[in-house]
């Protein structure tokens, strides 16, 4: 299938369309309408350098909440309240560290320069947030991504102590269990398996996505 080159015109081709590793579309922009309605067409980008790539892999990882999973060596580290749990408190801060994170098989980081910007800018418009770990008053752990309605977009976490990426992951889900329909986490990682995700046809995906 051919890989869709976008233009000023803001929209997408349909994600059935898409490469079998998910690859869906290359070019466009970082703009704030085109970054949301790619979240609500369950499509992400995911780039190194221009071009911007769109993905929108078939089958989707996700983690439902009822299928939190939390170890008794996590469930130890909670009850000890072992870290500081806050909620968009330093937006910027976590998604720098983030990009900063040494990662298996990759060289550079996608979260670029541009990256950033533009989810400070969803930040500030009230659709990204941020999940932070603190311990003695520093910035040790955390993750953001974005929140459409019933779901969270997952994009990144970073870790400086051992489960404190976990212990902001773990606390969140908890505290917006009633609230969330699904975490989106896009591809899988031994991380998130372990706790709980697992995989959903992407035309599941789109169903439980869908905003009214």
């Not at 996590?74 to 910027?92: E, G, H, S």
Request: hydrophobic share 45%; charged share 20%; with cysteine.
């Amino acid at each position: 299938m051919p890989v869709f080159r976008l233009n000023k015109q803001l929209l997408f081709p349909p994600v059935h369309l898409a490469e079998p590793d998910g690859l869906l579309a290359v070019g466009g922009d970082l703009s704030m309408e085109r970054l949301l309605l790619a979240y609500r067409s369950g499509i992400f980008p995911w780039f190194d350098e221009r071009p911007i790539l769109w993905w929108s892999p078939d089958p989707r990882f996700v983690l439902f909440p009822a299928d939190l999973k939390v170890s008794s060596s996590m469930k130890q580290v909670l009850r000890r309240q072992q870290f500081r749990i806050t909620y968009n408190a330093d937006f910027p801060a976590v998604i720098a560290r983030c990009s900063r994170i040494p990662r298996r098989g990759q060289d550079s980081t996608w979260i670029t320069d541009e990256m950033q910007q533009a989810y400070i800018r969803l930040h500030q418009a009230g659709y990204a947030m941020s999940v932070e770990s603190w311990l003695d008053d520093q910035l040790v752990g955390g993750l953001y991504g974005v929140k459409i309605g019933p779901c969270f977009f997952g994009e990144s976490m970073f870790s400086d102590v051992s489960n404190a990426s976990k212990a902001a992951f773990i606390t969140f889900v908890q505290a917006y269990a009633k609230e969330l329909k699904l975490i989106d986490c896009q591809v899988e990682t031994e991380h998130l398996a372990s706790l709980g995700a697992g995989f959903i046809p992407r035309e599941t995906f789109l169903e439980l996505i869908e905003v009214p």
